[in-house]
């Protein structure tokens, strides 16, 4: 699989999972809404200032995000490592927000409270059809 068909098929997914590693040196897994946005290789989420996934990025910035369908007979996977950066940047904040975030952000896109999570994927491994392939970014 290409590099394109692989973003291909990211961008048609509606959930992501992301992953950090807790302060025991363990994974963290998260599922999320897929990527507000994607340029290349970064992949830009929103959520909390105040969670604990952010504190974990501050932390440690290593990350994992997968991506899979489940057709009837068919099953893919995609799985990019990486890492996670947190930012409170007002321009990327703008950027990144969406009408009806004032739900989970009632002040609005300066909200403290909210923030943009940008993966940066280095490296990868795609599954398809019982066949494993790992890929460089």
Known sequence: MTQQEIFEFIDSQKTAFIASVDEDGFP???AML???ERDGA????TTNTSSMRVKQYLDNP????YFYHRGRFRYTGV???GTMSVLTDRET????WRAGDTMFYKKGVGDPDYCV???TAESGRYYRDLKTESFML
């Open 28 to 30: 963290n897994m998260k």
């Open 34 to 36: 897929a990527p507000r």
């Open 42 to 45: 970064a992949f830009y989420f």
């Open 62 to 65: 290593k990350a994992s995000i």
């Open 79 to 81: 799985m990019l490592k």
């Open 93 to 96: 904040k703008e950027r990144i």
């Open 117 to 119: 999570l940008r993966f």
